[in-house]
């Protein structure tokens, strides 16, 4: 959906990317939606409450709309992981998210949980994001650490990431641009991030 490709455009390619317009310009189907985990907390590199609240989320969607297809993204590997445990939990608590994941494996774009820096090249009708950063205590601030986003090369990451979606995006935060601080020294990553 254009919608989903409009921020690399204007950000990265001064807005010359030429993009077919998509045949529905809005609709619950199509676009980018917030999710606010307001008891997220980024601790020790991972980010518990946002891992459990995006692995229900995508397991729900499995079963609710099984035919698109879904890919979930953290911003770093501990987050990764954090998220497949909470999948692997939810599966053994509840029968139908087994049935809805072993239908889902045999599709031709099976659900994948990765971090930031191996999403490249893959794209699902939904992508949710697990945005990892946030404060290290319900509430509390936000340190500016942001990974790889960091880096010279952060923004490259953030605009592969932004452009896997083919329907929707689904960003999962604990943080909003509220909590992050730029200024004309601040990365690029970081500026596409806030």
Do not use: C
């Not at 204007?10 to 077919?20: A, G, K, P």
């Not at 139908?96 to 999403?119: H, R, S, T």
């Not at 992050?180 to 690029?188: A, P």
């Amino acid at each position: 959906h254009e919608s989903l490709i409009a921020f690399s455009n204007q950000n990265y390619y001064h807005s010359n990317l030429v993009i077919f317009p998509s045949p529905h310009a809005s609709g619950n189907e199509f676009g980018i939606r917030y999710h606010l985990v307001k008891r997220g907390r980024f601790s020790r590199g991972k980010n518990a409450e946002e891992a459990r609240v995006i692995a229900k989320a995508a397991l729900d969607q499995l079963l609710s709309r099984p035919h698109e297809s879904v890919g979930l993204v953290a911003m770093n590997a501990e987050q990764r992981n954090e998220i497949e445990m909470h999948v692997e939990q939810l599966i053994k608590e509840e029968p139908g998210f087994q049935a809805a994941v072993d239908k889902n494996m045999l599709a031709d774009e099976p659900l994948f949980i990765k971090n930031l820096e191996n999403v490249q090249g893959d794209e699902r009708d939904v992508i949710m994001i697990s945005m990892t950063y946030g404060p290290d205590e319900v509430g509390g601030r936000v340190f500016q650490r942001f990974g790889p986003i960091n880096k010279d090369v952060g923004w490259r990451r953030l605009n592969v990431l932004f452009t896997r979606s083919k329907k929707r995006m689904h960003v999962y935060s604990s943080m909003s641009s509220h909590d992050i601080q730029v200024s004309g020294t601040s990365k690029r990553g970081v500026q596409s991030l806030k």
